[in-house]
């Protein structure tokens, strides 16, 4: 059975850094896409940023130049690098991967950006 599980939540302050990290544990066919998306208290899950399997990325435009995701196709690992964190970041965040045989999430990692 195919899981994803996340790592690197936590709280930081206005302007610090996290790395989130997705794991992929079991086999699993063709990769479409491997992204994150995010859900703050009352609001709905909305994209944060998404590579796919030609390296091609998108961002949500309120993470552009701040964010960046990456893979490591060896370690079956997504990357999303969170930079200048702002008190809005503050959410819950999901890793998710789209294939060819169906669409994959991990359980939510927590990231609270706060003074």
């Known amino acids: 059975q195919v899981q994803f599980v996340e790592s690197g939540g936590g709280t930081v302050q206005p302007g610090g850094s996290l790395r989130l990290s997705c794991a992929r544990s079991g086999s699993i066919s063709s990769i479409y896409t491997m992204g994150w998306y995010r859900q703050a208290p009352g609001k709905e899950r909305e994209l944060v940023a998404r590579?796919?399997?030609?390296?091609?990325?998108n961002y949500a435009d309120s993470v552009k130049g701040r964010f960046t995701i990456s893979r490591d196709n060896a370690k079956n690992t997504v990357y999303l690098q969170m930079n200048s964190l702002k008190t809005e970041d503050t959410a819950v965040y999901y890793c998710?991967?789209?294939?060819?045989?169906?669409?994959?999430w991990g359980q939510g990692t927590e990231v609270t950006v706060s003074s």
């Open positions: 590579i796919y399997n030609n390296g091609i990325t």
């Open positions: 998710n991967v789209v294939t060819i045989g169906g669409n994959y």
